[in-house]
């Protein structure tokens, strides 16, 4: 039997669970499927979109930006939008990479998260 191997879901950490929620359920226009002072899941088409508050577990943390959720949207003048209304900081202005559109914006948690468009 061969190894098959899903990706299916992904968790970032977050210093305010409460805060965090109310960013992502503002950016994602949803709210989150389970609310926990821990973990919370946010489910979007199938994927897991989690929130995980390492300090309630005393889970020590290295903060970075070397592996970056990357959101797709329909329509990048939209996003750009609710970022100014979000107060999220555009970390890397919005370029065209190949067939992409791309921007980064720090959420209320210090996470960096890559946003693109399709053509």
């Known amino acids: 039997m061969d190894l098959k191997i899903t990706v299916n879901s992904l968790y ?3 210093k305010n669970m409460d805060r965090a929620i ?3 359920e503002q950016l994602f226009e949803r709210t989150v499927d389970k609310k926990d002072d821990i973990f919370s899941i946010f489910i979007i ?3 897991r979109f989690c929130l995980f508050n390492n300090s309630k577990v005393n889970e020590a943390v290295i ?3 070397n592996c970056l959720p990357s959101l797709e949207v329909n329509d990048m003048n939209k996003l750009v939008e609710k970022l100014k209304i979000l107060k999220a900081e555009i970390i890397f202005p919005l370029r065209k990479i190949n067939e992409n559109w791309v921007l ?3 959420d ?3 996470n960096d998260i890559e946003v693109y468009c399709k053509e």
Request: glycine share 16%; charged share 20%.
């Open 22 to 24: 109310s960013f992502y």
């Open 108 to 110: 209320s948690e210090g």
């Open 63 to 65: 903060w970075g930006d």
């Open 12 to 14: 970032i950490c977050v």
């Open 45 to 47: 088409r199938g994927f």
């Open 104 to 106: 980064e914006f720090t």
